[in-house]
């Protein structure tokens, strides 16, 4: 397996590997990186369909990247995924997979032609006072402290970083900067997570530092993620034979280890509490999705809380399996779970959905987020953080394009909500949010949207719904860690089997997010095969110095580089340079990213 860029290797068509048709799949878990897995394996790797077999526990393919409507209860969306324009990977595949809302177009033209006729935008990143005061002023307020901090964080080496948090490379004044509000709520870091994942994005995502403060960077798409993303590549699996088997819980893989030879062997699993096992030949292809960031999620209702009793660290369907594998290790080749799965309280968030089709509650909203979500566009754009909320609850809201799902009433509008503190009370209900139930998050909501006191509980009880759902392991993998720690897509050594998923190491790339995934998959066919095709690489904005200064300017609030405060020697340095480079294509290249006039 190699990397590439360039459309040279993008367009072109794979040969058949050699062996292609003697091998079988059996791929673990169907969330976004075992279908993809499955699509290079038809598209790329052409093995035949009837050859493939994705395993699932579940009833429901998709795995995080879900959304769903309980008849008696409403709809639920655990989270939402926000796009880049350079997810090489995801698009890669999309460009192939057909629509199934429009004959003739793929996936990725109606993705694309959907943000190009209504592009993402925020016009309310951030409100205080009720409501009263949603607003975008697209400053990041950095002191020279952090972003010194900041410049020598993206330049560290990542293994000068193993273990380290984030509140261990950046200064205390760091936390009241407009970057940390809008980093932190839009990644969902916290100051405990780790410093080496948060230079990867400062790296990956450099190119769209300008983006950032009002989500111009972002896309959207129609649906959930489910039936804009999943369905399509289920449905494309499924015209070309492959399977997906339901109630199989995978509780081992075991690997033969002969002299560094690795060859996976047996899949054991249960199947309606009967114990089965799955025989394996070195032909027998195994891709293992590995940690699972939803696992054990814990759902409650309007008049429910979720139920957090059997909540215990390092327990759930795909920790299990993934400690039952590393157990089997030699040399710890195959990751150190406990490493992600150990603290639920340095790990978990909680979300809620509303469902309303109030007048005076869309009225509110509009007020905030400056845009009616009826109209079918982009509504809040993003996030809108409650600025009022960061020592409580620090609640975020978000309207996507409506309608989120195909079955959902016109007239109704659905609002998600999350909460980085847990255990914390709220502004208005005096209770951590974890404790509460729907139509108590939904009073904290409508209080920070400016709903008078005096209707809040009557407003959230008689003319919404909202369910809840708590995430034990939703910021696992931002745990500070070593590179170890999560084993490579395909372990040294390993002849027949592979890590895919958000806790497989792959190089430069950003967990929590859909190329992530994607790229897991495609990387773990491409070697296993071997497919002889250049996987492409990640976009390399950080070795790109008209990125680099552009994003330069953006983060010092765009100030030319003259007009910020420096000692008497920094400024004699700085003519000095300035002098140097005239006339060179370096002073051309400050011009244009604007650090100097």
């Excluded at 290079?40 to 795995?63: P, S």
């Excluded at 399977?243 to 033969?256: L, M, R, Y």
């Excluded at 939803?294 to 215990?312: F, H």
């Excluded at 909202?466 to 392991?473: K, R």
Aim: charged share 30%; proline share 4%; with cysteine.
């Amino acid at each position: 397996m190699y990397y590439s860029a360039g459309t040279y290797e993008a367009f072109a068509k794979p040969e058949k590997p050699e062996g292609a048709d003697r091998k079988s799949a059996y791929i673990i878990g169907t969330g976004l990186a075992g279908l993809s897995a499955a699509f290079y394996l038809v598209r790329d790797g052409q093995v035949k369909g009837e050859r493939i077999h994705l395993l699932e526990k579940l009833d429901l393919a998709g795995g995080s990247c879900d959304g769903s409507k309980d008849v008696r209860k409403g709809f639920y969306m655990r989270g939402g995924r926000e796009m880049d324009n350079h997810f090489e990977c995801m698009w890669d595949m999309f460009r192939d997979v057909p629509s199934i809302e429009t004959p003739g177009i793929s996936v990725l033209d109606e993705y694309y032609w959907l943000n190009k006729h209504d592009p993402n935008y925020s016009l309310c990143r951030a409100s205080e006072k009720c409501g009263q005061d949603a607003h975008t002023d697209k400053k990041f307020s950095l002191d020279k402290k952090s972003a010194l901090a900041l410049s020598k964080l993206f330049m560290t080496p990542e293994k000068d970083l193993e273990g380290k948090k984030i509140s261990e490379v950046l200064p205390d004044s760091f936390w009241d900067t407009n970057f940390w509000l809008y980093w932190q709520t839009m990644f969902a870091f916290q100051r405990w997570s780790s410093a080496l994942e948060m230079k990867r994005y400062l790296c990956r995502y450099c190119h769209h530092i300008d983006g950032l403060p009002d989500f111009t960077a972002l896309r959207f798409t129609k649906y959930n993620q489910y039936e804009s993303m999943i369905l399509p590549l289920i449905e494309y699996l499924k015209s070309h034979g492959v399977t997906v088997e339901f109630g199989i819980d995978v509780k081992n893989v075991i690997i033969k280890d002969e002299n560094g030879k690795k060859i996976a062997t047996r899949i054991v699993y249960e199947k309606e509490r009967a114990t089965g096992t799955i025989d394996l030949v070195e032909d027998d292809l195994v891709f293992i999705t590995n940690g699972c960031c939803t696992d054990t999620s814990c759902y409650g209702d309007q008049n429910t809380a979720p139920d957090l009793e059997n909540i215990r660290n390092g327990e759930g369907e795909s920790w299990d399996l993934w400690k039952n594998i590393a157990a089997q290790a030699k040399n710890g080749e195959y990751g150190n779970p406990k490493n992600f799965c150990g603290d639920v309280e340095a790990t978990n968030w909680m979300s809620a959905t509303v469902e309303t089709a109030d007048e005076e509650i869309i009225q509110k909203i509009i007020g905030v987020c400056k845009r009616d979500p009826r109209e079918g566009k982009v509504t809040t754009g993003g996030i809108v953080t409650v600025k009022d909320s960061v020592d409580n609850w620090y609640l975020s809201w978000t309207i996507n394009r409506q309608p989120q799902f195909k079955t959902q009433d016109k007239n109704t509008i659905l609002i998600w909500v999350y909460s980085l503190s847990t255990r914390k009370e709220g502004n208005y209900v005096k209770k951590a949010m974890r404790n509460c139930t729907g139509e108590e998050v939904c009073r904290e909501w409508l209080y920070h949207i400016g709903v008078p006191t005096d209707k809040i509980d009557d407003w959230a009880k008689n003319r919404c719904n909202t369910t809840t759902c708590f995430m034990p392991y939703i910021n696992a993998f931002f745990q500070p860690r070593k590179k170890e720690d999560r084993p490579l897509v395909v372990p040294e050594g390993a002849v027949n089997f592979a890590f895919i998923g958000q806790f497989a190491e792959t190089p430069r790339d950003t967990i929590f997010t859909t190329e992530y995934s994607i790229r897991t998959g495609m990387e773990a066919v491409y070697t296993l095969l071997p497919v002889d095709r250049g996987v492409p690489e990640v976009w390399g904005s950080k070795y790109d110095v008209r990125e680099l200064l552009r994003a330069a300017y953006y983060a010092i609030d765009k100030k030319t580089l003259n007009e910020l405060p420096m000692s008497f020697k920094e400024k004699l340095l700085f003519k000095k340079v300035l002098a140097a480079v005239k006339g060179t294509d370096i002073e051309i290249l400050l011009r244009e990213s604007g650090l100097i006039k």
